[in-house]
């Protein structure tokens, strides 16, 4: 049978703590069981979902909806539920929204196993005067160790970065100084790929500030080597994000978790926000599918 | 409710698609799904409840879970239930117990939650049978195993990573008087100054004969195991520190001692850690020896008949359980730094370092950590052992410690206001301590000068000195140092040791005014910097640190430009680092131990898993000291194996 490609989105809506960078309707805080729980009926819920897809192949995988490597060892058992129900393309890219607290000798075997290529790091500052203010632990020296002994980065282009970007910590001046070092360190590191996100989207005070990073860093990144392949997300030439970048263009999308939108066929249908509804009935779609809605032209 | 309709999901959105169905054809959602309100995503807010004494709602004020989000959980209905479930919690917490009604003996907890009861398998695909398991093959297990093995005793190492998946993720290893030092004329070490410089360091907590085993034999270790790596990956591979580069250290900075020891295995043209593939070699080694590798074995339980431990369960990457018997079982399956539950539970200095600086001490996202999942710890607790009990040692890796160069050193460090502030030679790399707890946002600037090398050579071999393991490190970073840039953008230079192939940024100025300026420094502090670094260099020329006390090998004075410097700023709340080394009680013959201290018989555990390695908190006298002690406690407790079967 000849097969479609699509891309597919896992969403994992976790966080470890609530962050201004962060959406609200991410579940905040850490719990075993109930991640456990929800790993489980990821699992089912693709599982489930195995026939009405068997014309398609997998070409590009994302988890995202929120820091999704809070899902842990988790990762290899959905990765294997999605490679037992779908056909999924030899050495498909998989990307994945991640924090460095994720990354431990007790993950990563995981991570490795579930074929993760990329991780995007919410590290939101790579220099220090502000990574304290937009992060919750002063964990920033962690990052060359985990590129180094974990990733190996240098080897395999898997270090990607999530930075923010129009804030002010003290005078503008000075945080102003301290953006620039931080995109200054992306292009000295290993980096193949960088997200930028407004982190105040909501206060327009800082509307000024933010075009004014913003332009520095699209100056420092270009110089650098680095592309816009789309807005806000930058790229050395060829590592592009192949589930972005589709999903971008209108591919067709699956996606399975709490709240996930798949678009398929010119179809959108979103999953349920509700945690206690998905977790006794991923499996049924019914149950699950809080809207359908033709994909708007 | 209403009925589940009989079309697939595919068929429905494609009904959708035409507009021949909608949502409402499904019939139930409308009905069903709850408001976005109830039980949303959002996690719900929680404030702790001010109810009178009896009825204190422990729940939503200390844990981590149940805020309405968990709907099969079962809301604790007493501070009994709640302290069980919880372990310590409540009093790490802050918890009273006068609202709870409940006496600090009710604290005293048998089983933490991250424990629990050990699982019970009955679905067993296959039994194996040998004479020695060893569960975990990294450092310690892989020396255990091939110790074993080579004795004649017939080895199972088991992976809980496939043979295509395995890395490991150490690199320098310290061990004193190798072959490899003494024969490149390293001048001999006097271990027993290291095993009581370790001791100090520990304030005498740790175990004295495990210590001992590591600074005495760990040079023995090392020369034996690389009689099983290939020559030419010991040629090409193995960095040993360059002593000569550290001719002026006299050995100690205020008081402590520093010795040279550390191997690095590294590609010299990549700067590639190759220890991860080196270390395949010796399992190989172990294979040839006639040992059986069991890759994707993940230990689950031990097996015991009565008191005694007589193998473990495992189950592979297909979720098969497998059982393996052995006569001796040795757990070396790493730490539990990289489990939050046990993080949370057990790393009581990171938890209230938090709690110190106004953070929730039940949120595991406040303490970091790069170990293991603490499995191999709770094997052996459900098979009837105990953790040391305190203080629980951790590698804290410098977070939040001096911001350093890329080449390490002890260097004059100014604060806020452009003064110094502390004796910069007492700060260890790898261990919380004073800077941990300075407020947020304080500046940390280290400052050298254009002798910023033959400065180098006045220090010693701790990882917050510098890691001189060799002469094509030093070579490059002289290069990009050579190539300096000045200004705000600064310049990168590799970074030594534990960073590998990464750069880090360093600055440059000609002078200091441009250097304060860069650093961010205004006002007072300006002319307070410029009158420091002045003020400072008089007491280099004294040779006396009136001030702060600093070693006086380590005053540099800050004179020739260009002026190099590195930053940052403290963010209040440090990550736990890397691994934990709090673990199981074994003696001194890595026999594990239970509650009380009897050992159980069949078991023992090395490397990570086996604890009171540190005491106190990791100790750096030498860089590498962790891994190097991980591979000599297997080594030694080999040897009890040997003699026990």
């Known amino acids: 049978m000849e097969k479609r490609d699509v891309v597919v989105e896992i969403d994992i809506p976790f966080a470890a703590a609530r962050r201004d960078y962060l959406a609200e309707d991410l579940i905040y805080g850490w719990d075993t069981k109930r991640m456990e729980a929800y790993a489980h009926a990821l699992c089912d819920e693709i599982g489930a979902n195995a026939d009405s897809f068997k014309d398609c192949r997998v070409a590009a995988l994302r988890f995202d909806g929120g820091t999704a490597s809070n899902a842990g060892a988790h990762l290899a058992s959905i990765m294997r539920s999605l490679r037992n129900s779908f056909t999924v393309c030899d050495d498909v890219p998989i990307s994945m929204r991640a924090a460095i607290s994720n990354i431990s000798g007790a993950t990563m075997p995981f991570f490795k196993r579930a074929g993760v290529s990329r991780f995007d790091f919410e590290m939101m500052s790579l220099d220090s005067t502000c990574f304290t203010k937009l992060n919750k632990v002063d964990n920033l020296k962690d990052l060359p160790i985990i590129c180094d002994y974990f990733l190996h980065a240098y080897a395999n282009n898997s270090l990607g970065l999530v930075l923010a970007f129009g804030y002010t910590f003290g005078t503008e001046k000075d945080a102003t100084a301290s953006f620039r070092r931080s995109i200054v360190s992306v292009t000295r590191s290993h980096a193949s790929h960088l997200i930028l996100e407004r982190a105040f989207a909501e206060d327009s005070t800082l509307d000024g500030v933010a075009a004014n990073q913003l332009r520095q860093a699209r100056e420092l990144l270009e110089e650098a080597g680095f592309i816009e392949y789309l807005p806000l997300h930058f790229s050395r030439p060829g590592f592009e994000d192949a589930f972005l970048l589709s999903n971008s263009q209108g591919s067709d999308r699956i996606a399975f978790g709490l709240g996930a939108e798949t678009r398929i066929e010119g179809v959108i249908s979103k999953n349920t926000l509700d945690l206690a509804t998905y977790l006794q009935h991923s499996t049924d779609f019914e149950r699950i599918t809080t809207s359908v809605a033709p994909v708007c032209r | 409710m209403g009925t589940k309709s009989n079309w697939s999901r595919r068929d429905f959105l494609k009904g959708a698609a035409v507009g021949t169905v909608g949502v409402a054809a499904l019939g139930s959602l409308n009905a069903c799904a709850p408001s976005t309100t109830e039980g949303s995503a959002a996690a719900a807010g929680g404030n702790a409840s001010t109810a009178e004494a009896g009825t204190y709602d422990v729940m939503k004020q200390f844990s981590t879970f149940g805020r309405g989000e968990k709907p099969e959980a079962v809301a604790f209905t007493s501070p009994e239930e709640y302290i069980i479930a919880k372990g310590d919690g409540v009093l790490s917490a802050g918890g009273g117990c006068e609202e709870l009604g409940i006496t600090p003996a009710d604290f005293m907890l048998d089983t933490p939650a991250w424990l629990g009861e050990a699982p019970q398998i009955t679905d067993i695909a296959d039994s194996e049978d040998f004479d020695v398991l060893v569960i975990g093959a990294g450092n310690a297990g892989t020396t255990t195993a091939l110790r074993c093995q080579e004795s004649g005793l017939k080895v199972a190492l088991a992976e809980m990573q496939t043979y295509d998946e395995y890395d490991e993720y150490a690199c320098d290893m ?53 009689g099983y790596i290939p020559e030419d990956l010991t040629a090409n591979y193995a960095k040993t520190s360059n002593y000569k580069g550290n001719a002026n250290f006299n050995g100690e900075a205020c008081g402590q001692k520093s010795f040279i020891g550390m191997t690095q295995w590294r590609d010299e043209e990549n700067n590639i850690n190759m220890w991860p593939y080196v270390i395949r070699t010796v399992h190989a080694s172990f294979e040839e020896l006639g040992g059986t590798m069991k890759w994707g074995y993940q230990g689950i339980v031990l097996v015991k008949e009565g008191e005694a431990v007589t193998g473990a369960i495992f189950q592979d990457v297909e979720g098969v359980y497998h059982q393996v018997n052995a006569k001796a079982v040795v757990v070396t399956a790493g730490d539990f730094g990289g489990n939050p539950d046990m993080r949370l539970d057990l790393s009581d200095q990171m938890r209230n370092l938090a709690w110190s600086f106004g953070s929730d001490r039940t949120d595991t996202g406040a303490i970091g950590g790069m170990g293991r999942d603490g499995s191999g710890i709770k094997m052996c607790m459900w098979a009837g052992a105990t953790m040391e009990g305190g203080p629980r040692a951790g590698q804290a890796a410098g977070i939040n410690g001096m911001p350093g160069f890329a080449f390490g050193g002890t260097w004059p460090c100014f604060g806020s206001d452009g003064k110094r502030f502390f004796n910069e030679s007492l700060v260890k790399h790898g261990s919380n301590g004073y800077l941990d707890m300075l407020p947020a946002d304080q500046l940390l600037l280290n400052v050298t000068d254009a002798n910023w090398e033959e400065n180098l050579s006045f220090q010693g071999y701790g990882h917050e000195t510098m890691d001189r393991s060799a002469d094509y490190m030093v070579a490059e970073v002289r290069e990009n140092m050579d190539a300096y840039i000045t200004g705000a953008d600064g310049f ?154």
Not at chain 2, 187 to 209: C, I, L
């Open chain 2, 174 to 226: 310290a061990c004193y008087n190798s072959k490899l030092f003494l024969d490149k004329g390293t001048p001999e070490v006097d271990t027993m100054e290291v095993f009581n410089e370790y001791m100090r360091m520990s304030r005498g907590h740790a175990h004295q004969k495990i210590v001992r085993d590591y600074a005495t034999r760990s040079g023995e270790m090392l020369d034996w195991m690389i």
């Open chain 2, 492 to 645: 990168p230079v590799r970074a030594f040791s534990r960073f590998g192939k990464e750069y880090m940024n360093v600055y440059a100025a000609e002078t200091l005014e441009e250097l304060a300026e860069i650093v961010g420094y205004t006002g007072e502090a300006v002319s307070n910097f410029v009158a420091e670094v002045e003020h400072y260099n008089q007491l280099c020329e004294a040779g006396y640190d009136s001030d702060w006390g600093c070693d006086s090998q380590n005053l540099f004075p800050i004179k020739t430009p260009p002026f190099f410097f590195s930053f940052a700023k403290t963010g209040g709340n440090p990550s736990g680092g890397l691994c934990q080394h709090a673990a199981i009680c074994t003696d001194g013959r890595y026999q594990v131990l239970t509650g009380d201290k009897a050992p159980i018989a069949g078991l023992y555990a090395a490397g990570n898993t086996c604890g009171q390695r540190y005491g106190i908190q990791y100790a750096t006298p030498t860089a590498g000291n962790s891994c190097a002690s991980a591979l000599t406690s297997g080594y030694c407790a080999a040897e009890s194996v040997i003699a026990d079967i």
